[in-house]
């Protein structure tokens, strides 16, 4: 099974930047579609952003679109989320997915599952 594991989150003041990383632990990584959830205390998990195997495509939420980048380096077996102009309600634990579905924009479509990495932005 592909691991998945989030590192970067952190605490930020509204209006900052983090950038957060997802490490796949094996190359299958490469073939799978990727993407990012996040999940806030007693709330259902979101689709945040997703992009293809290539990195040809990408799809976002559009409550982060402009504010929020997806990016992979397959060479790394790495998936980026670059988060600008960060606001109070992204706060949340974020979680690395993957999986054969395009767009990967559903839970019922992810195949892995990383940890989750803590995001808090103050006001």
């Known amino acids: 099974q592909v691991q998945l594991v989030e590192s970067g989150g952190g605490v930020v003041q509204a209006g900052g930047s983090l950038r957060l990383s997802c490490a796949a632990s094996e190359r299958t990584f490469r073939g799978y579609h990727m993407g990012w959830f996040r999940q806030a205390p007693g709330k259902e998990r979101e689709f945040v952003a997703a992009i293809s195997a290539s990195g040809g495509s990408t799809y976002y939420a559009d409550s982060v679109k402009g504010r929020l980048t997806i990016s992979r380096d397959n060479a790394r077996n790495t998936v980026y989320l670059q988060m600008n102009s960060l606001k109070p309600e992204d706060t949340a634990v974020y979680y690395c997915?993957?999986?054969?579905?395009?767009?990967?924009?559903?839970?019922?479509?992810?195949?892995?599952w990383g940890q989750g990495t803590q995001v808090t932005v103050s006001s």
């Open positions: 997915a993957g999986g054969s579905v395009w767009p990967i924009s559903r839970k019922q479509f992810v195949s892995y």
